[in-house]
């Protein structure tokens, strides 16, 4: 199982972005998929998570109000969209999938990790 995360580049602080992660390989039923993302200097963080059961969704304080996760749990895809991004969301993002979430932040719970794709917001 692969998970190939895109969306990532240089965005202008107040603008939007939009990250996308599908997973291909070999078909699995994940219970959820997140978002994490790790700054220069600072380890890798919770960002937003999705339970297709419901769905539920979650949400890191920081991005709170200004972030949707949305996404299809038969297609395995999952998308993090951030309105008024800020310099501090600069990041690289991570996207994950796991066949069962308890915790939903914890990286324990996920079973599949993509490689990461580059966000910068420029002030």
């Known amino acids: 199982v692969q998970l190939q995360a895109s969306g990532g580049g240089l965005v202008r602080a107040g603008g939007s972005l939009r990250l996308s992660c599908t997973a291909s390989?070999?078909?699995?039923?994940?219970?959820?998929m997140a978002w994490f993302r790790r700054a220069p200097g600072k380890p890798r963080e919770f960002v937003s998570a999705i339970v297709w059961s419901g769905p539920r969704t979650y949400y890191q304080d920081s991005v709170k109000g200004r972030a949707t996760i949305s996404g299809d749990g038969r297609q395995n895809t999952v998308y993090l969209q951030i309105d008024s991004p800020k310099p501090e969301d600069t990041a690289v993002y991570y996207c994950?999938?796991?066949?069962?979430?308890?915790?939903?932040?914890?990286?324990?719970?996920?079973?599949?990790w993509g490689r990461g794709t580059q966000v910068t917001v420029s002030s």
């Open positions: 390989g070999r078909s699995f039923g994940s219970y959820g």
């Open positions: 994950a999938a796991g066949r069962r979430i308890e915790l939903v932040r914890s990286e324990l719970d996920y079973d599949y």
